[in-house]
């Protein structure tokens, strides 16, 4: 065995290949020097993999708005044609936020796809959803999530996954931890996700998240104005986009598509400065 026993030997070709939406993608953690204009967990955790124990190749087919569906008819056959030993998968969270979704049918297809990757014999992760406590409008929302969940774990269980059970993590529970439209993850979000999902593989690391000051306490007229920021900004939009049948994703492309090689020194930024057009 190799010196991680979740993940190959180092004589095999070690390719890791991340499958999903926004949450995968990176939205939050921003970064105009890699593509889409994001970093994310998965860059941070295919960068240490890297440092680790170098070789790794990695590609990242997962983009903003997918629903589970779309992540099946557009990711799943180019990630088995990659070969992957390593993969990731977080999908139905977008579905979840649908309010036509009936969440029997959604987990079925669910582990439609996890028997699917499981089958090719890679280290499978898999990931719980947060309960983000974004307005009140979407607490009917919490029973479905809570679904979501247990059948995640159930799945897990069942076919060997590795899960990460975002759903316990209780730093998520410091507003800072996410970007401003408090859907996303912000890149200490992304940097403390990353560092579970090493120590799930048992991948040696050294990121750490700085040591804050408690939070500030919110006077009410401040968060008045933080709330009218946020319908502004966010909500409105989103009920615009629904209404017009578009999403964020629709004319993007995934940001890794191909397996890369990620250098050991300078991760996936020196692999843009050195290959612009990749």
Same mark, same amino acid.
């Given at each position: /065995?190799?010196?991680?026993?979740?993940?190959?030997?180092?004589?095999? !070709?070690?390719?890791?290949?991340?499958?999903?939406?926004?949450?995968?993608?990176?939205?939050?953690?921003?970064?105009?020097?890699?593509?889409?204009?994001?970093?994310?967990?998965?860059?941070?955790?295919?960068?240490?993999?890297?440092?680790?124990?170098?070789?790794?190749?990695?590609?990242?087919?997962?983009?903003?708005?997918?629903?589970?569906?779309?992540?099946? @008819?557009?990711?799943?056959?180019?990630?088995?044609?990659?070969?992957?030993?390593?993969?990731?998968?977080? $999908?139905?969270?977008?579905?979840? +936020?649908?309010?036509?979704?009936?969440?029997?049918?959604?987990?079925?297809?669910?582990?439609?796809?996890?028997?699917?990757?499981?089958?090719?014999?890679?280290?499978? %992760? +898999?990931?719980?959803?947060?309960?983000?406590?974004?307005?009140?409008?979407?607490?009917?929302?919490?029973?479905?999530?809570?679904?979501?969940?247990?059948?995640?774990?159930?799945?897990?269980?069942?076919?060997?996954?590795?899960?990460? @059970?975002?759903?316990?993590?209780?730093?998520?529970?410091?507003? !800072? /931890?996410?970007?401003?439209?408090?859907? #996303? /993850?912000?890149? $200490?979000? #992304?940097?403390?996700?990353?560092?579970?999902? +090493?120590?799930?593989?048992?991948?040696? #690391?050294?990121?750490?998240?700085?040591?804050?000051?408690?939070?500030?306490?919110?006077?009410?007229?401040?968060?008045?104005?933080?709330?009218?920021?946020?319908?502004?900004?966010?909500?409105?939009?989103?009920?615009? !986009?629904?209404?017009?049948? %578009?999403?964020?994703? @629709?004319?993007?492309?995934?940001?890794?598509?191909?397996?890369?090689?990620?250098?050991?020194?300078?991760?996936?930024?020196?692999? /843009?400065?050195?290959?612009?057009?990749?």
């Amino acid at each position: /065995m190799g010196s991680y026993p979740l993940l190959p030997d180092r004589d095999e !070709r070690r390719v890791f290949v991340a499958l999903g939406d926004s949450f995968t993608e990176g939205v939050g953690d921003r970064s105009s020097r890699l593509p889409n204009g994001v970093r994310g967990w998965a860059d941070r955790v295919a960068e240490k993999l890297a440092k680790a124990e170098p070789g790794w190749e990695y590609a990242n087919l997962a983009i903003r708005s997918k629903r589970l569906r779309h992540i099946i @008819d557009e990711q799943l056959e180019p990630a088995l044609a990659m070969e992957p030993t390593l993969i990731t998968l977080y $999908a139905g969270g977008n579905d979840i +936020l649908d309010l036509g979704t009936d969440i029997n049918v959604l987990m079925a297809q669910y582990e439609a796809l996890v028997a699917r990757l499981a089958a090719t014999g890679a280290t499978l %992760v +898999l990931f719980t959803g947060f309960d983000v406590k974004v307005s009140a409008v979407l607490e009917p929302l919490k029973k479905r999530n809570a679904v979501y969940n247990q059948r995640v774990r159930e799945l897990a269980a069942k076919y060997g996954a590795v899960l990460v @059970d975002y759903w316990c993590f209780e730093a998520f529970h410091d507003r !800072r /931890m996410w970007d401003t439209d408090r859907l #996303h /993850m912000s890149k $200490a979000g #992304h940097k403390y996700l990353a560092a579970q999902v +090493l120590d799930h593989l048992g991948v040696p #690391h050294k990121i750490t998240l700085k040591e804050w000051e408690p939070p500030s306490k919110v006077t009410l007229r401040e968060w008045e104005r933080r709330q009218r920021r946020w319908v502004s900004d966010w909500v409105f939009p989103l009920v615009g !986009r629904k209404l017009r049948g %578009v999403t964020l994703g @629709d004319n993007l492309s995934p940001r890794w598509p191909r397996p890369v090689k990620v250098p050991r020194k300078g991760g996936l930024k020196k692999l /843009m400065d050195s290959s612009p057009s990749r």
